[in-house]
């Protein structure tokens, strides 16, 4: 295993990362006009960038794993492309590990930042429904009390309710 497979695998995972931030600012556009056609179909589409993603980082750490292990180390954790680095500082080029290391990192900053807008957005549409919807509802009518001849007399519905009929 070499550095230039592992950097070409973490250019395959930039790539895929760069068009699922494109997906996700169009998800912010459909969210804001409200179209839930296209937001679906957009959805699906992240989903298998998604399982791309996943299989492509799957190999990403076979192929560390496989690097760390014939330089030696013994391994506890998920390896990482960190732990790659610093073994082959000594021996090999890393200036290329480096750099796709660094863009991939501050993309998914960037990915993440994106996400949580639109989590936030779709919350807030959610809250605003909620609130329409409360509105539009029936309230239930709450019993008043004047005084009247009635509540004197023991006339009144709520005289003739038990104490049992009362819910907490």
Known sequence: MSIATIVATLEKLE??????????????EYIKQGDMEKLDQLIKNEQAHV???????????????DYLRAKGIALTDTPSVAEVIEVAQASEPTEALVAVRERLVELLGKLKAQNDLNQK?????????????????????TEQFNYSGAEVRGQSEIARRTFNEFKA
């Not at 790539?15 to 912010?28: D, I």
């Not at 779709?122 to 239930?140: E, G």
Request: charged share 20%.
């Open 15 to 28: 790539k895929m990362h760069k068009s699922l931030l494109e997906l996700a600012l169009a998800k912010t």
């Open 121 to 141: 957005m779709v919350l807030n549409s959610l809250q605003i429904i909620n609130i329409t919807l409360d509105a539009m509802r029936p309230q239930p009518r």
């Open 51 to 65: 399982a791309a993603i996943d299989t492509i980082e799957q190999q990403r750490q076979v192929m560390v794993t």
